[in-house]
């Protein structure tokens, strides 16, 4: 699906980026591609993982990574939320976890957690993580060329690895639209991602944005009619507290 969705976004991200014109310094050049590789290779160890593990420690632990990173980076760089925030960032983590977490009756495959997937799996949410970093690095007046850059990195990225695999083939049909859509969802989504993450501190715009497997699971309670396990129920409900406790400190 990623063969089209990325292409996708790669064309309409390049064209909001003329259209809103600005600048296009080193920065916005080097952090964008740098982003890009992060993007690709996380989604590749990512898969990896998940084809070799359980699910349902693969997902949870390469989630809480990508938040706990970029908001390690921001308490490095000097970053100080206040106690309330910092008790959303916690909710926030562990939300994060919970919602992750397939139920285990579920993941009945006999995949155990060797070490190639735990290097896979941690190697995947730093990535991630690296990502929201990176994009916060870029220059707050280079439009949204970081974008751009970032996802012509991971198209690029992506292919390379696809052909190599000789697993180059694009969907048809019904798993062709749903990867036109992900091409135009994946474009709004980064460039609010970028957004946020220009208008706030890293720590705080980057653990709110990683919560958004509670809103894949709403999704699929809503439009797939999808159960979900307690755990889940708890995780989203942490979600919103998060949410409430880091805008509010």
Do not use: C
């Given at each position: 699906m990623v063969l089209v969705s990325y292409p996708v976004a790669l064309a309409l991200l390049g064209t909001l980026a003329i259209a809103v014109g600005g600048p296009i310094p080193a920065g916005a050049i080097g952090w964008g591609l740098a982003s890009?590789?992060?993007?690709?290779?996380?989604?590749?160890?990512?898969?990896?993982?998940?084809?070799?593990?359980?699910?349902?420690?693969?997902?949870?632990?390469?989630?809480?990574?990508?938040?706990?990173?970029?908001?390690?980076?921001?308490?490095?760089?000097?970053?100080?939320?206040?106690?309330?925030?910092?008790?959303?960032i916690v909710l926030a983590l562990l939300s994060v976890a919970l919602v992750s977490r397939q139920a285990t009756d579920e993941d009945?495959?006999?995949?155990?957690?060797?070490?190639?997937?735990?290097?896979?799996?941690?190697?995947?949410?730093?990535?991630?993580?690296?990502?929201?970093?990176?994009?916060?690095?870029?220059?707050?007046?280079?439009?949204?060329?970081?974008?751009?850059?970032?996802?012509?990195?991971?198209?690029v990225l992506v292919f390379t690895a696809a052909t190599g695999a000789r697993e180059l083939r694009l969907p048809t049909g019904?798993?062709?639209?749903?990867?036109l859509v992900a091409g135009l969802s994946d474009t709004a989504g980064n460039v609010a991602m970028l957004l946020a993450l220009r208008t706030s501190d890293l720590s705080l715009a980057s653990v709110l944005i990683s919560l958004f497997p509670a809103v894949t699971v709403v999704l699929a309670m809503v439009v797939l009619r999808e159960r979900v396990h307690r755990g889940q129920v708890v995780g989203m409900v942490l979600a919103a507290a998060a949410v409430v406790m880091i805008t509010a400190g």
């Open positions: 890009g590789v992060a993007l690709g290779l996380g989604g590749w160890w990512f898969y990896a993982a998940l084809g070799a593990g359980p699910i349902s420690v693969v997902s949870p632990v390469s989630a809480v990574l990508t938040a706990t990173v970029p908001v390690a980076v921001g308490l490095i760089q000097g970053e100080r939320p206040g106690p309330v925030a910092d008790g959303g009945v495959r006999p995949h155990r957690f060797t070490r190639k997937v735990a290097w896979l799996t941690v190697g995947a949410g730093v990535m991630f993580g690296l990502d929201f970093v990176f994009l916060h690095e870029a220059p707050n007046d280079s439009g949204l060329w970081p974008l751009g850059f970032a996802r012509l990195a991971a198209a019904g798993t062709l639209k749903l990867a």
